[in-house]
């Protein structure tokens, strides 16, 4: 496959993900991507869409029969996260789940300290994380447009250290997490009015598999 075939067989894929593809339950959404996806995709996903988070859990597809297997797994772990942390939106994507909570959800305003508040929905969270032991989170954080870039990129990045301090502290392996900031540069939500900036100022959560449960779902597969 030439350079501009695989270009053009990303861009599909990730338009059918994108596009929700109706005809197409979620699981069988992650077995198609991982056919023609990586980490090249998953890069090219996220600058194009803005959406790092995207392009992470697309970059980490397996596809194939496993992926359907470890999309499955995920189908059941995203709808726990979604009936017991109710101040967090749940997305599947791919093999993949992406958690978002906004920052005034888990900090107090210009903060990277955690609210009471907040400790009681990553407890929550943390719940279901332990029973998915097999899964590796990345924490992203965001900021919206207000203030220097320096100083946002900073404050983005100390809260996605806080809160993977504070899931380690509850017991969620170290190995488990990954923290980085992406500070103002990937808005979700329009930042000329209020409602966007609150939007933006954003801790998300990526949840894919790790290499114990893609080999146990290669082997599911291939029974």
Known sequence: MNHTTRQLTWILVAL????????????????VVGTAS??????II????????????????VGGATGAVIGHQMDKQAEEIENSVPDARVERVGEGIVVEFDSNILFGFDSSDLT?????????LVVVLEKY??????????????????????????????????????????????TVGFGETTPRYDNETDEGR????RVDFL?????????????EANR
């Not at 990586?38 to 890069?43: F, I, L, R, S």
């Not at 009471?116 to 929550?124: F, I, P, Q, R, Y």
């Open 116 to 124: 009471g508040a907040s400790k009681e929905n990553l407890d929550k």
């Open 133 to 178: 032991p097999d899964t590796n989170i990345e924490i992203q954080g965001h900021t919206d447009s207000t203030g220097p870039e320096d100083y946002n990129q900073a404050l983005s990045e100390r809260r996605a250290r806080s809160v993977a301090g504070y899931l380690a502290a509850q017991g969620v392996m170290d190995e488990r997490l990954n």
């Open 207 to 219: 949840i894919t598999a790790n290499e114990k449960m893609i080999s146990e779902a290669a082997e």
């Open 16 to 31: 059918l993900v994108l596009a929700g593809c109706s005809s197409m339950n979620r699981t069988q959404k992650g077995a």
């Open 198 to 201: 609150a939007q933006n100022r």
């Open 38 to 43: 990586g980490a090249a995709m998953g890069a």
């Open 46 to 61: 996220g600058e194009a869409t803005g959406n790092p988070a995207l392009g992470t859990i697309i970059g980490a597809t």
